[in-house]
């Protein structure tokens, strides 16, 4: 009687056989928490406040609208109370947004784009390029912030364009060491060889190869850095040398009811606690634009 000869399963046949037994894997997909949703709303409502101020149904900030530190009350005009001179603390934090806001952002803006090219520059012409910004961004670092802006608020008149000036050389180093830390990455990538070699100038391997990859990781770091520019505002306004009064400003109002926080503390609470929550709202934001778009924080 003959043998049946049984079949035999190689090993690549069972391993694929085995894996096709099992389930496919999915990737579990990112969502936003509550609160970063909650953070988008509120940037959105106090942002659309600030801008559309004129058009709501509020006081002028430097009109009287009832007694000196008036508690809040269910009236429109004293939702948030009153401060020293019987002001409106709601049309004067709606106000002040205005100034804290711009100034964060445009300052922001400017050291973003002033910091991002000068990185750009370092990291891929490198040598003496490098050297050069390297040495100057390392210099500004060196210098206590609160300092500089201390100095230029003393040298220069308390100003709109003084307050501009300062925040924006004080976000132009960590501009410049984040965009020269991924232009290197990014230069030394197989495309980037690929363009020189097919005799792409260095104007196009820049604006066409490296630059859309630095941006998004950028971008993501700008909400963080508009909220310590605020915060920075805010420091200024407080001690007096910020955006002269009448104009209103977050750190401003908070500096004016600092005498009567024993007495009538929703003067400086009310002020506080929407400068917080904005700049709280900016951090959730900036973090999770970062974990989205930052490859280095994702994979870590």
Not at 16 to 28: D, G, I, L, V
Not at 145 to 157: D, E, T
Not at 285 to 298: C, I, K, M
Request: positive net charge; proline residues 8%; aromatic residues 8%.
């Amino acid at each position: 009687m003959s043998d049946i000869a049984t079949p035999t399963i190689t090993a690549p046949a069972a391993e694929a056989a085995h894996a096709s037994t099992e389930p496919p894997s999915t990737r579990p997909r990112r969502t936003r928490s509550v609160l970063v949703w909650l953070s988008f709303g509120w940037l959105a409502v106090i942002i659309l406040a600030a801008v559309f101020a004129n058009l709501l149904p509020i006081p002028s900030y430097s009109v009287p609208v009832g007694p000196p530190r008036q508690a809040p009350s269910w009236s429109v005009d004293t939702l948030l109370g009153t401060d020293s001179l019987g002001r409106s603390l709601l049309a004067r934090c709606l106000y002040g947004a205005r100034v804290s806001l711009v100034i964060g952002t445009v300052a922001g803006l400017c050291g973003f784009a002033i910091g991002t090219l000068a990185g750009l520059l370092a990291g891929y012409f490198r040598r003496f390029t490098d050297a050069v910004l390297t040495y100057v961004t390392d210099s500004l670092l060196a210098f206590p912030p609160l300092i500089l802006l201390l100095a230029l608020s003393s040298v220069l008149k308390p100003s709109l364009t003084t307050l501009l000036l300062g925040l924006t050389f004080l976000v132009i180093p960590a501009f410049v060491r984040l965009s020269r830390a991924n232009t290197l990455v990014w230069t030394s990538r197989e495309f980037v060889r690929a363009a020189r070699n097919m005799g792409a100038g260095d104007l196009r391997i820049m604006s066409r190869e490296i630059l859309p990859n630095v941006l998004p990781v950028l971008a993501a770091y700008l909400p963080i850095v508009i909220a310590s520019l605020i915060v920075a505002e805010g420091s200024l306004s407080f001690l007096g040398l910020g955006i002269p009064p009448p104009t209103p400003s977050w750190g401003g109002i908070i500096s004016d009811g600092k005498d009567a926080i024993a007495d009538a503390p929703h003067v400086v609470f009310m002020p506080a606690l929407i400068l917080f929550l904005t700049v709280f709202s900016l951090n959730q934001v900036g973090d999770n634009l970062r974990a989205r778009f930052d490859r280095t924080a994702s994979e870590s």
